[in-house]
């Protein structure tokens, strides 16, 4: 056993029980505990963290806790992610993922998949695990993930959106959103026959999904989605008008 004192900043006291949130606490770890094993026994998923210092310099997950150690902990910061993000929503965050899958962020998400099926895809495609399940994120294999703290989607969306900094990397009504495969542009007289009537005679523009075939079109409904993603996500594209 080594007994060390652990400081957890900002949101990742949510993790913790009230009587140790934004204080500096005694834990005595597990023998030959690594951060990563002291942290997650404490209740914060490893994908939860950012910087560690360990007596004032920085370290790694995998360093050992020793007795008497002063351990900091923070939440991991959005300069951290690089490029363009691709995501894996659990079976519960069906409504985030539809968000997100509209503003152009490639997201998988199925209600079949189990634990396993979620670890492999997250590792052999690179994506961010989104989750409200610590027990999830706690697996050393999944090297990227979010702790999604609240329950309804549209907050779950602006949640996801400041962690990642989506705002700036949306592109809106790029990817279908049944199947997740990007849009393509398709002439309208090869699918006039397909619209009705109405959509036909005010409509110019349409892209096509070659997953299941759908059609869409910026029609009214699409322009309700505009707004409300602009409303969930000021400073996206999907806040300006069409182009
Ligand atoms: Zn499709």
Excluded at 11 to 28: H, K, M, T, V
Excluded at 96 to 108: E, I
Excluded at 195 to 210: D, G, I, K, Y
Excluded at 223 to 242: D, F, I, K, N
């Amino acid at each position: 056993m080594a007994s060390a004192r652990f400081r957890f900043h900002d949101e990742l006291a949510d993790f913790l029980p009230r009587e140790r949130r934004g204080i500096e606490f005694s834990y005595a770890c597990a023998r030959a505990a690594t951060l990563k094993n002291a942290i997650e026994a404490l209740g914060v998923p490893h994908t939860e963290a950012g910087r560690i210092t360990v007596n004032a310099a920085p370290a790694t997950m995998q360093r050992s806790v020793r007795e008497g150690d002063a351990i900091e902990v923070y939440p991991w910061e959005t300069e951290e992610m690089g490029s363009d993000p691709d995501f894996l929503a659990d079976a519960h965050l069906g409504g985030l993922a539809r968000f997100l899958r509209m503003l152009g962020f490639d997201t998988l998400h199925d209600h079949a998949y189990r634990d396993a099926d979620i670890v492999r895809l997250a590792i052999e495609e690179r994506r961010i695990v989104l989750s409200r399940d610590c027990e999830l994120l706690k697996c050393r294999d999944i090297a990227c993930g979010c702790y999604v703290h609240a329950l309804k989607a549209e907050a779950q969306l602006r949640e996801v959106a400041r962690r990642f900094a989506l705002a700036a990397k949306a592109r809106p009504f790029t990817l279908c959103l049944r199947c997740n495969v990007p849009l393509d542009p398709i002439e309208k007289r090869r699918i006039v026959h397909l619209l009705p009537q109405t959509v036909a005679a005010t409509q110019e523009s349409f892209f096509h999904c070659r997953g299941c075939e759908r059609i869409y079109w910026p029609g009214s409904h699409y322009e309700r989605m505009r707004v409300a993603l602009g409303r969930m996500l000021p400073g996206s594209s999907a806040s300006s008008p069409p182009p």
